[in-house]
């Protein structure tokens, strides 16, 4: 079955402690991208890759690192994660036009 | 650059009325569009798309859109709606692998 398959689901941490959420799609989807999910704002495009090794921001990279170091995989890092990142998180790869996204992440940052 | 509007945050409609979600963009050039429908506690799910041809999409779950390229609209419709429906749906704007999202409208059926 044709997925993309975030984890952790759920994540409560502090401020400051480091945190990754994985993504992997089983596609072969050249292009991944983050977005994040707030209130009233939709979705915003956090990084993307078009590429193993080719990263670009979005509209809201602050705060955020990612790495293409296989085609399947694109995950997001939080190196210091503040309380205003407490929101919820979508992976989605992009394949015949159309985006494909993950269950989402929700994190919160106390 | 790329916008999109959607011109409303919630709608309200009974159960088995009409119901038609708005959804503006800006762009010098030919885009894609999409409407995605997000269910309570879940990930997005595309409903339909266009990418060329014929300007009225059908979609799933008996969802249509129509593009008007005059007026610059990509409007959604369904004749009749069920509870099933509550959902958030999303417009969005694609244009060499650049993808920009509506903020949503909630669909609120109303018994």
């Known amino acids: 079955e044709a997925q993309v398959t975030q984890n952790p689901r759920y994540l409560i941490t502090v401020t400051g402690k480091k945190l990754t959420v994985t993504c992997s799609q089983n596609?072969?989807?050249?292009?991944m991208s983050w977005y994040r999910q707030d209130p009233g704002l939709g979705l915003r495009q956090i990084y993307y890759?078009?590429?193993?090794?080719?990263?670009d921001k979005g509209d809201v990279p602050e705060g955020y690192k990612v790495s293409r170091k296989e085609k399947r995989n694109f995950p997001l890092i939080l190196e210091s994660p503040s309380p205003n990142q407490t929101s919820l998180y979508f992976c989605?790869?992009?394949?015949?036009?159309?985006?494909?996204f993950g269950e989402g992440s929700r994190l919160t940052v106390l | 650059a790329q916008s999109v509007t959607q011109l409303d945050s919630q709608v309200p409609v009974f159960e088995e009325a009409p119901v038609e979600l708005r959804c503006n963009y800006s762009?010098?050039?030919?885009?894609?569009l999409f409407w995605y429908v997000q269910y309570p506690n879940q990930g997005l799910q595309l409903l339909l798309k266009y990418l060329s041809g014929s300007t009225l999409v059908k979609g799933i779950n008996g969802f249509e859109a129509e593009f008007n390229k005059s007026q610059t609209s990509f409007h959604l419709r369904k004749p009749s709606v069920h509870i099933s429906d509550t959902a958030e749906y999303f417009c969005a704007v694609s244009r060499d692998d650049k993808i920009i999202f509506g903020k949503g409208t909630r669909l609120h059926i109303l018994p």
């Open positions: 762009s010098s050039v030919s885009v894609y």
């Open positions: 890759s078009m590429n193993v090794e080719v990263t």
């Open positions: 989605a790869s992009l394949g015949g036009g159309e985006l494909f």
């Open positions: 596609m072969n989807h050249e292009y």
